[in-house]
Structures are given as structure tokens and as C-alpha cells.
């Protein structure tokens, strides 16, 4: 077998295993690439409740267009659908029927469920206001539902559990189901078996909504009828499919025109194939190291690693051209010393971002780091052997000798290149406060519309918002259910006041033993009752004669003891006490999520008043959006420091290999200058930087030091060829197109990669022609 029929295989076999580990890798699009690797207490809340909680669970779900009648009759047809879905913990559209299902399972356990239990009710004349009050109800909407439970539950304590269910400021209601605030739109409340983090289980939950409603509406003859989604859910699997679908148009673009440029240059299809090696070598190296690493590949990451073909054929490009004329050998001891120490460059410059403690930030600078290193030793170790001794490259004369000429009058450029460099860096001065954007709003994929929406279902269902959250932590699970109810009574005060909509609780659905036993123990025995039922109904329509059920279930109630976790299991409640109540490393925490009022504008909750509420309950309040922020701002803080510390490494690496103080400033300083000639320019045109905008400075620094370095060469003495310069520029455009394609992007995080590099690696090249090209030079 050759030399060259060797190489190949061991390099598909390495490609096979890579591809193999990709297949098995976990991809996400969820926030997580925005969530802390070590977690406060306080973000142990955002990351939990954005990736398990009931908030993350929920869609919202609106019916547009025709009459309410119709909107109703397809809403009840929705509902009864989904309803009976594993895919859905609950539907809910305002129907009283709604909760059925887990009717009998209530009634059974009213006594241990409702807050109206005490031991004033149980009076005679308690009894006779709560008799009363049942008799009205069933003149009310809700009366059908209660009236087969009036001589069993004369005192409404089933409809006092169905109420505590569903607390707070309620959606207006029109033909029998919840509506918007205007009446334009039937509404309905899903919950998700998925998890929020379960952006598949999501994808199918959504898909399920969209079948089932097209079907209901097309069987009800209201093709008129429209549907509107959003939610945590929504938005993630948006998200994960503007990913997708950004990542793949993006990369066919720049790969088409690199492609094509390389075909200009090569006249080889051959060698073109060649040159593609280290990019996908590259690219499938860092998804595989990340995934090794991390355990999950957020879809960011990938998309990051799109642009990585515009940096990865620069090496291919190079040896091409550069090692066609003086053959092989004269190229490893002459130029791959200068391409090594670039690529070091990149290493070190990426390498300082694995010490973040923003995973996501950590994995960008992990997946660069790999990518360009894999790429660089395939080039070095794979290509010659796989090109052999056909590498040579036609050097179109004419443009080469423009470059020449244009270069040679390069150093002209020195003053007015000065004057733009000091008005940048004296705007950047000025504009310092105003540089970065500390709100991680501007990394997110939701556009306004999609944010303006889900604000509008939001506030026509009072659904929870996953912005607001109080959160206890306990050491056993009891103890944790006796602080959700003592924070839920200075939370009831704020509901009462008006200063919030609602907030849901784990101790709604499972209250604490003391609390049961403290409602038990109000319960008479079954004479006593007998008698006290007696009196208090003499005058009554509802003869107590009739109540020997009602009797019987409460000495039941008074025997049976309190419920306990398990006997919620096969209902729906089960689902939602897990969801609020958890166990984990620092004992259990409940968490209340919520709503804001009616009211509220813009859906804003009174932080301070909430706060001064809570004060020493021992709940933690936590506004998810404040918190986000801060973390940003601290992750910010700390990769500045981290890309410092890299520029300084790599500031004491090119010093070593110059060994020339006057070398190594004048490669310094066209970086330098390009970084900030760029950020000026961005900032002019009103666009304010955030954590992708630092991580495309660094990838400026790592191809434009390529670029200085073979100017330095050409300073230091050595001749400047026409391969040399061909290969340069067409590296350069190659790089213009990979990272420049990115700016086309509607993804926040690859648009600023894209506007940062794109430009960069074009002004990387012209600076450095000016500053380190020496004036003498021919």
C-alpha cells in the first residue's frame, strides 16, 4: 500500500470515529449556553426552573378569527383532544369540566386540601354560611359541576381546592372558555410532560397542538380559525430550527464562494478537494472535543463552527501555493515555522477562554482551539503526503503584480492609517461607558414580535412568568412544604392588595403535615357533626336528613390521616408537586413562581415590595431577568480578563520567537489598531458590543497575526514573493467570505461574529501591509 493510500486511511478512519461520537452527541439549543457551570444559590433557581420548572413547561395557546361561538366549539374540541394525551400534563381552557379527571382523587381528599377548613366552619353557625353559600353556587356557572357533590360536600370545600388551584387574577371568559382581555381570541394553557430542557419532547408537544387543532377545526368547518403559540418551549424549538436553518444556509454561502475562489486559483479540483480536509477535520475535531467534554453541543457552538472554514483553509491554502515552486522540504523549514507560530497565536488567544465559567463562552473557545489546531496538523502531517509532488500553482501575473505595486506604496498609507487609528482610539475613549451591552437580552434569538406575543397570551391567561420566583430551601421535605406555606401567607396579602396576579405553590397540591393535621383535627366527630348539621340547617331548603354522605366522608377524612406524596401518584398533581418541590445536594427547595397583576404594565412586578413582604420568611426572591443580567455582566467582566490574559500570553510568545522589540511592535500594533479600528467602526454605526463581539476581536488577532508575520518575514530581510502574497490575499478573501457570511445572520451571536471578523480579517491585511511591510522593500 503507499505512503499516500496510508494516510488517507488512517485519516478516513479518524473521521469515521469522530463522526461516529458526533451521531451519539447531545445537541441543545436552550439557555443553558447562558447558565453558570457553578450556580448561587440564587441561579441554582434560574437553572432549574429554566430547564425542569412548571414555567418552562407551559405553552400558551390563543384561537384567532371568526366568532366566539366558533372559537369556543373548537377550543372544547382542542381541549378534549389533547387532553387525553401523554404528551400533556394538563389543558386547561376555562371549562369546568377541565378538571374531571382528577375530580374524584379532590373530593376525596377535600378536607386535607382546603384552606376554607377550620374549626369555625364546623360550627353551627359556620356550617350555616357554608351551606348558604353552596345553595347560591348553583345558580352560578360553576353549579353544574357542583351540584352532584351538594349532599356530599354541602360546605364547598371541593370548590374551595378548585380555586386554590388555580389562584390569582383568572382570564375573562366568553361562551363558557377562557378568552383574551378583549374577547378576540379563545384561550387555552398547556402544561408539557417534557421538560423545558427536553427541546425534542418539546418540538413534538408543539407539532401534536398544531395537528390536533387543524384537525378539530377543519371537522368543526371553521376554516377561518387561526392558532397562536408561545412559551419557553416555543421559543426553544424556534430557536433550535433558526439555528439549524441559519447554520446550513450560511455555510452552503461561504463554502460556494470559497469554493469558487479556490477554483480560480488552484485550476484543480483536485487540490480543491485536498484543501477541504482540514476544514472538515477541523469542524468534526471541535464538535467531537466539545462533546467529550461537555457532555452537550449547544447549536451556537456549531453555528460558530460554520465560519471556521474561513480560518482552517487558510493552512491549506498556504501550503498550496506556497509549496508548489520551492518544493516541500523548503516549505516545512522556511514557512511552516511562520504558520505554527499563527496558529500558537490562536491557541493561546482561544485557549484562555476554556478557564470561563460561562460554559458556553468556555465551549466557543474549546471548539476554536481544537478546530484550528486539528486543521493546521492536518495540513502539515496529511497534505503533502495525499498531494504528493503535484501541488504546483499557476501565479496569475498581472494580479500578483498589482499586489506587488499597490504594496510597494503601501507604507504612503502610514499617516493617514496614524490619524484614523488616534480619532478611533479617542472615540472609544469617549464612548467607554457605552461600549458594552450588559443586558443578555441582546444574545437572545426571540425577535420582538415573538416577545410582543408571548407578552400579550401572557397577560390575557395571568400564566406564570418565568421572571419572578421565590424559592425556599429546607432540610426534609416537611419543613420545606411549612416554609412555601408561611411565604404563601405574606404572598396572599400582595394577591389581596393587588401588587401581584398570583403565584402557584407546591403546598396547593401537597400541604404540609402540620397543616393537614392542624384541618383534621378541625373536623367533629361524626355525632357531634350530626348534631351541629342538625341545627344549623333547621331553617334550611337542604334537609340535613339528606347529608349522611357528607357525615360519613368527614369522620372518613378524620380517620383516614394526611396525604402523602405517594398517594398523588397517577395524577396530575404528582407532576406539578415535583415540578415546584425538589430534592437535591443542599436539601429541598420549593419554588413559587409568580404572575404578575392584570394591571401591571409591560408585565413588571414590584420588586421591593415583594422583597419587604418576604422579609424574614427565610424564601429568597429572585427576578430570573436581573439575575441573567447580572450574571452577564459578570461573564463579560471575566472574559475581558480572560482575552487580557491571552493577549498577554501571546504578546510573551511572538517576543520570544522575534526576539526583536522593534518586530514585535510593529506586528503588535496592526493588531492592535485593526481590533480597534473595528470596535469604533461597529460602535459608529450603533452597534453595542457584547461577549461574541470579544470573541470575534479574538479571531482577529488569530488570522491577522498570520498576515503580520510573513510581512515581518519581508521586514526581517527575507524575500516576499509571488506565492507568498498570492497566498496571503487569497487566504484573506477566503476568511472575508467564511466569517463574513455570518453578518447575513438573523442569530444575534453569529451576526456579531460575523460584522467583527468579516471586516477585521480584510483591515488585519491592509494594516499590516502598511505597518510591517517595510518601505524599502520592492
Same mark, same amino acid.
Given at each position: ?597 392584570? %394591571? /401591571?404594565? +409591560?408585565? =413588571? &412586578? ?5 422583597? *419587604? #413582604? !418576604? ?102 530581510? %527575507? /524575500?516576499? +514573493?509571488? =506565492? &507568498? ?5 487569497? *487566504? #484573506? !478573501? ?45
Amino acid at each position: 500500500m503507499s505512503p499516500a493510500l496510508r494516510v488517507f486511511g488512517l485519516w478516513l478512519l479518524a473521521m469515521a470515529a469522530g463522526a461516529a461520537v458526533v451521531w451519539n452527541s447531545h445537541f441543545s439549543a436552550d439557555m443553558s449556553f447562558f447558565l453558570p457551570s457553578k450556580p448561587s444559590a440564587e441561579q441554582k433557581v434560574l437553572v432549574g426552573q429554566l430547564k425542569d420548572g412548571t414555567v418552562s413547561r407551559l405553552l400558551m395557546v390563543a384561537i384567532e378569527g371568526g366568532d366566539a361561538a366558533a372559537r369556543a366549539k373548537v377550543s372544547r374540541a382542542l381541549r378534549g383532544q389533547l387532553a387525553s394525551q401523554p404528551a400533556f400534563v394538563s389543558v386547561q381552557n376555562g371549562e369546568a369540566e377541565g378538571l374531571g379527571a382528577e375530580r374524584d382523587f379532590l373530593v376525596r381528599y377535600r378536607y386535607q386540601l382546603s384552606p376554607a377548613v377550620t374549626p369555625e366552619r364546623f360550627t353551627v353557625e359556620g356550617l350555616r354560611a357554608a351551606v348558604g353559600d353552596a345553595i347560591d353556587t348553583l345558580s352560578s356557572p360553576v353549579g353544574m359541576l357542583f351540584k352532584p357533590y351538594l349532599t356530599r360536600d354541602p360546605t364547598g370545600e371541593l370548590l374551595a381546592v378548585l380555586d386554590q388551584l388555580n389562584p390569582g387574577d383568572q382570564p375573562e371568559t366568553r361562551a363558557g372558555v377562557w378568552a383574551s382581555r378583549d374577547g378576540e381570541r379563545a384561550m387555552l394553557l398547556l402544561q408539557t410532560r417534557a421538560l423545558g430542557s427536553d427541546t425534542d419532547g418539546q418540538e413534538a408537544a408543539i407539532a401534536q397542538v398544531k395537528d390536533t387543532f387543524a384537525r378539530v377545526a377543519g371537522e368543526a368547518g371553521a376554516s377561518g380559525l387561526t392558532l397562536s403559540l408561545s412559551g419557553p418551549g416555543q421559543f426553544a424549538v424556534k430557536s433550535r430550527a433558526t439555528i439549524k436553518a441559519e447554520v446550513s444556509r450560511l455555510f452552503l454561502f461561504s463554502s460556494l464562494g470559497i469554493i469558487v475562489v479556490l477554483l480560480a486559483v488552484y485550476r484543480s479540483g483536485r487540490l480543491l478537494a485536498l484543501s477541504l480536509l482540514p476544514v472538515a477535520s477541523g469542524a468534526l475535531a471541535g464538535v467531537v472535543v466539545v462533546s467529550l467534554v461537555h457532555g452537550t453541543v449547544f447549536g451556537i457552538t456549531v453555528g460558530f463552527g460554520s465560519a471556521l472554514i474561513g480560518e482552517a483553509v487558510d493552512y491549506a491554502i498556504y501550503f498550496f501555493v506556497q509549496s508548489g515552486r520551492q518544493g516541500l522540504k523548503s516549505w516545512r523549514e522556511v514557512f511552516w515555522p511562520t504558520i505554527r507560530l499563527g496558529v500558537l497565536t490562536s491557541a493561546l488567544g482561544f485557549g484562555a477562554l476554556l478557564f470561563s465559567g460561562f460554559p458556553g463562552l468556555a465551549q466557543l473557545g474549546l471548539y476554536a482551539l481544537s478546530g484550528v489546531v486539528t486543521a493546521a496538523l492536518v495540513t502539515r502531517f496529511v497534505l503533502p503526503t495525499l498531494a504528493g509532488g503535484h501541488t504546483r500553482v499557476p501565479v496569475p501575473g498581472r494580479f500578483v503584480n498589482g499586489l506587488f505595486t499597490a504594496l510597494g506604496q503601501a507604507h504612503r498609507l502610514r499617516l493617514p492609517v496614524a490619524l484614523l487609528a488616534l480619532a478611533a482610539c479617542v472615540f472609544l475613549f469617549v464612548e467607554r461607558d457605552g461600549l458594552w451591552d450588559s443586558n443578555l437580552s441582546a444574545l437572545s434569538t426571540v425577535n420582538e414580535v415573538d416577545a410582543a406575543n408571548d407578552g400579550r397570551l401572557r397577560a390575557d391567561l395571568g400564566a406564570p412568568d418565568a421572571r419572578y420566583m421565590v424559592t425556599v430551601t429546607a432540610p426534609d421535605q416537611e419543613s420545606a412544604l411549612q416554609a412555601a406555606e408561611r411565604a404563601g401567607e405574606q404572598l396572599d396579602r400582595l394577591v389581596a392588595d393587588g401588587r401581584i396576579g398570583g403565584y402557584d405553590s407546591p403546598a396547593r397540591f401537597l400541604p404540609s403535615v402540620q397543616r393537614q393535621t392542624a384541618r383534621l383535627a378541625s373536623l367533629p366527630p361524626a355525632s357531634e357533626l350530626q348534631a351541629r348539621v342538625s341545627q344549623a340547617l333547621s331553617d334550611s331548603p337542604l334537609s340535613a336528613g339528606k347529608l349522611g354522605g357528607f357525615i360519613e366522608d368527614v369522620e372518613a377524612a378524620r380517620r383516614g390521616g394526611v396525604l402523602q406524596r405517594k398517594d398523588l401518584d397517577g395524577t396530575d398533581l404528582a407532576l406539578a408537586v415535583d415540578s415546584l418541590l425538589s430534592h437535591g445536594p443542599d436539601g429541598w427547595n420549593a419554588m413559587l413562581p409568580l404572575r404578575p397583576s392584570s %394591571e /401591571a404594565q +409591560d408585565g =413588571e &412586578i414590584p420588586v421591593e415590595q415583594v422583597r *419587604a #413582604a !418576604l422579609a424574614g420568611s427565610g424564601a429568597v426572591f429572585v427576578d430570573m431577568k436581573s439575575e441573567f443580567d447580572t450574571l452577564y455582566q459578570g461573564y463579560l467582566s471575566e472574559a475581558v480578563s480572560l482575552s487580557l490574559a491571552g493577549l498577554v500570553a501571546i504578546v510573551g510568545l511572538l517576543a520570544f520567537s522575534l526576539r526583536s522589540a522593534r518586530r514585535l511592535a510593529r506586528v503588535l500594533l496592526a493588531l492592535v489598531l485593526t481590533v480597534a479600528i473595528v470596535i469604533a467602526g461597529l460602535h459608529l454605526i450603533g452597534e453595542r458590543l457584547h461577549l461574541l463581539h470579544l470573541v470575534g476581536m479574538l479571531l482577529i488577532v488569530a488570522v491577522g497575526s498570520n498576515y503580520a508575520l510573513f510581512f515581518d518575514r519581508a521586514a526581517a530581510g %527575507e /524575500a516576499l +514573493d509571488a =506565492e &507568498i502574497l498570492l497566498s496571503m490575499a487569497v *487566504a #484573506a !478573501l477566503t476568511t472575508v467570505i467564511g466569517f463574513g457570511a455570518l453578518a447575513l445572520s438573523s442569530v444575534p451571536v453569529l451576526n456579531a461574529v460575523g460584522v467583527t471578523v468579516g471586516p477585521g480579517a480584510l483591515l488585519a491585511i491592509l494594516l499590516s501591509a502598511v505597518l510591517v511591510y517595510p518601505a524599502r522593500a520592492r
